[in-house]
Each structure stands twice: as C-alpha cells, then as structure tokens.
Nanobody, 130 residues
C-alpha cells in the first residue's frame, strides 16, 4: 500500500507560482511512476504531468496546456514528488491530485490515463484569480 498526501495548494493571482508537493509512504517509492492530475468543477479528471522511473533517467511528460509552465520532479530520498507551477492562469484552477503507479510502460500516452494509476492522494485546491 502507498499513501499519498498532497500539499502546497492555495489562492494565487494570474501569473503567479505555486509548488505542490506529494509525500508518499512506503520504502519502494522509487519504483513507482508518479503523476499529477487535476479536476475542475463539472469537468473530468485530466492529466497534467508524469515522471516515470522506467524510462531512462526518469522521463517526464506534460499536458500541452501546461508544457513550458509546469515542471515535475521527484526526490526519492524524501519520498516526495513536486509540481512547480509558474505562469498560472485562471484556467489552471482545479483540485490537483497526486497518483502513483506500480506498473511499467514506455508509452507516454499510457501514463496519461487515470486508470493506469493504483494510488491517489486526497487532492489539494489550486485557485488562480484573474
């Protein structure tokens, strides 16, 4: 079992920055692919970013809507994955969820599917005002 706890959400003005953190339990954290998703009111949960241990050097991928603004990283020594969000826009307002997958894949498209992940955090609210 893996437990995930997100933090770092809040209210920020457009153009501002936030850094989300996701602390994971378990000694096998380094073996999990980690992802960030978000869900706005009335919308489906959507992929934001992933960092996948099975890729050479820990590959990353991003949704087109956040590419160039968001950066995912992980610190295996701290069992933590981060999402640095810069240039925030009102459209980024959502509950952000951290997710962990015990599966392996070399397909970026696969890691964009919520069902590929085994564990989820409770979410942290990000609100961007215009």
């Amino acid at each position: 079992q893996v437990q995930l706890v997100e933090s770092g959400g809040g209210l920020v003005q457009a153009g501002g920055s936030l850094r989300l953190s996701c602390a994971a339990s378990g000694r096998t954290f380094r073996t999990y692919a980690m992802g960030w998703f978000r869900q706005a009111p009335g919308k489906e949960r959507e992929f934001v970013s992933t960092i996948n241990w099975s890729w050479s050097g820990g590959g990353t991928s991003y949704a087109d809507s956040v590419k160039g603004r968001f950066t995912i990283s992980r610190d295996n020594a701290k069992n933590t994955v981060y999402l640095q969000m810069n240039g925030l826009e009102p459209e980024d307002t959502a509950v952000y969820y951290c997710a962990a997958s015990a599966r392996a894949t070399t397909s970026a498209r696969t890691t964009m599917v919520p069902g590929w992940y085994d564990y989820w955090g409770q979410g942290t609210q990000v609100t961007v005002s215009s």
